[in-house]
């Protein structure tokens, strides 16, 4: 396939929630993608797509508002593309079924990030990984697979810091996040917890930051990654934010710069070559603020069409070597607009050239 050719076919599961919802958007009137099926739990099947989300952002696209919603099944769903907005407590199933089905899975949930042989891909930071998909089909008889994105708050870091890795080589990163009300879907976190308050706890959100950030910055060599040596303290925290996942890091390196190397380095970054020209590539990728005061959610977690990651106040830090704050949109960028990027790399690649098309 070429991009200007006819477009291929997806489904998303998970099309109610919040990250469903997202997919809907950003798939609508996709110049690759055509969504054609909507899936999502047993209560939902059955019914017009319209009657089962209660639509959370904007106008529901007229195109996705009358396809019936179908069980998250490989029979039920035809698709060979599917774009998984489902929740880890049932992705574990679900997601490899399809890729034995022959069905590429674009997936956010977290079950397969970190299995030696499943690319967790920021088409930016290490768009080369998607060639262990080839060592996946290989290892597990699969003629699909299985493509992840990264934990919404790790994808923020990555981005900030994988231009550093490459310059100065990370060693040390102690992040504090403040991660946005939507990061917990709908209806996510109760208000009377969230208003005016912050909640210093995210189940399963440390852990995430401090393994997967290694593995994004790692290097492929032959048929694995190999994890970038850096220890990471995460503490993550729930504030009353909508969009806009906000991280502020001190870190360490082998090689230390000064904060004007630093901005030097982050400034000219443009990530991987392959990526650049694709649908939902953000230009720039990284948006250097020079106030003392950026980034901020709300004035900069739509930049590049939410796809972009805004870096700020980077100085010297007197704990480690330079300190920096970093944010991006977390239901764009760290999630669905994430996925749909790893889909578009794909097509790019020509790594779906064996998928069937029904």
Known sequence: MTPSSTRWPVAVLGATGAVGQAFVRLLDAHPWFDLVEVAASERSAGKAYRDA??????????GV????????SPEEITAPIVFSA????????????????????LSNAKNYRMAADVPLVIPEVNGDHLAL???????????GGIVTNANCATTVMAAALAPLHEAFTVTKVFATTMQAVSGAGYP??????????????INDEEPKIETELNKLLGRLAGDRVLHADIVTSAHANRVPVEHGHTVCMSVAFATKPTAEQALEVLRAWTGHEAVRGLPSAPEPALIIRGEADRPQPRRDA?????????????????????KLVAMSHNVVRGAAGGSILNAELLVKSGRLAGLARS
């Open 53 to 62: 989300a209660k639509w959370l952002e904007g106008t529901m696209p007229p």
């Open 302 to 322: 739509h930049a590049g069409r939410g796809m972009s990651t805004t870096i700020g106040r980077v100085r010297a830090d007197t704990l480690l070597d330079l």
């Open 86 to 105: 489902l929740d880890s407590g049932v992705a574990g199933e679900v997601e490899p079924a399809f890729a034995r089905a022959g069905r590429l899975v």
């Open 65 to 72: 508002a009358s396809l019936p919603v179908k069980p998250c």
């Open 188 to 201: 996510g976190v109760a208000s009377l917890d969230i208003l005016g308050n912050v909640i210093p706890y």
């Open 133 to 143: 998909l080839e060592v996946q089909r290989a290892a597990r008889g699969w003629t």
